[in-house]
């Protein structure tokens, strides 16, 4: 079945040093990607999104590109502020049947000291 | 725009009790998704609807728990009777569908039961 996995947490970086999280996934077909951030006590927010191969999805100064070849979508920033400090998911959805429904990874602490 | 509602906040209640969690989710969008949240299980969907039609209930861990959506601006979530293994945060989440398949996400309702 389909699956994300994500790079264990916490990570943890300094103010303004670059950042990657790991996302790769196996699915069937073509699924649509997406990274959500939870800031504590928080619902899931979505950060970005990636919908067809090459795809760049971009906010807030993060990105993450849809490598098919690599079934990859991994998160950077190139310069971590405190206030990212928050758990990090990857997901994706595929429909199937006319039904969707998202996979998430476990999901990624981030802590950022200044 | 208005997000997800949910309510409420929080909820503490006495084992055996019945609890209700009620969603109101993003006018216009055609699915409608509950969560649970917990440090050792992740993120786990428990339940989805698609034009107030559940779809995939799957997920829900035990007949205790029951979901409906009487029309497209609420759901309600019950668990009857309560344990304390269901002491969780319980996300709602709605989703435009028609290849639009990001979720958005409440701020939950946490749980504790005891």
């Known amino acids: 079945g389909d699956s994300v996995t994500q790079m264990e947490g916490p990570v943890t970086l300094s103010e303004e040093a670059f950042l990657t999280i790991n996302c790769t996934y196996t699915?069937?077909?073509?699924?649509?990607l997406f990274w959500y951030v939870q800031y504590p006590g928080e619902g899931l927010q979505l950060l970005l999104k990636?919908?067809?191969?090459?795809d760049k999805g971009s906010n807030k100064g993060f990105e993450a590109t849809y490598r098919k070849e690599t079934t990859s979508f991994h998160l950077e920033k190139g310069s971590v502020q405190v206030s990212d400090s928050a758990v990090y998911f990857c997901?994706?959805?595929?429909?199937?049947?006319?039904?969707?429904?998202?996979?998430f990874g476990t999901g990624t602490r981030l802590l950022v000291s200044p | 725009d208005a997000g997800v509602i949910q309510s409420p906040r929080h909820e503490v209640t006495e084992m055996g009790q019945e609890v209700t969690l009620r969603c109101k989710p993003i006018?216009?969008?055609?699915?409608l998704f509950w969560y649970r949240q917990t440090m050792m299980r992740g993120l786990e969907l428990l339940i989805y609807?698609?034009?107030?039609?559940?779809?995939?209930d799957s997920g829900m861990p035990e007949d205790r728990f029951s979901a409906k959506m009487p029309n497209a601006s609420f759901s309600t979530l019950k668990i009857q009777p309560s344990e304390p293994r269901d002491s969780a945060v319980y996300f709602c989440?709605?989703?435009?569908?028609?290849?639009?398949?990001?979720?958005?996400f409440g701020p939950g309702t946490r749980l504790t039961v005891t």
């Open positions: 989440a709605s989703s435009p569908g028609q290849g639009a398949w990001e979720q958005y």
């Open positions: 699915a069937t077909g073509y699924p649509s």
């Open positions: 990636a919908t067809k191969a090459d």
């Open positions: 997901a994706l959805s595929r429909v199937s049947t006319g039904f969707q429904k998202l996979v």
């Open positions: 006018s216009g969008h055609d699915y």
């Open positions: 609807f698609n034009n107030n039609v559940p779809i995939d």
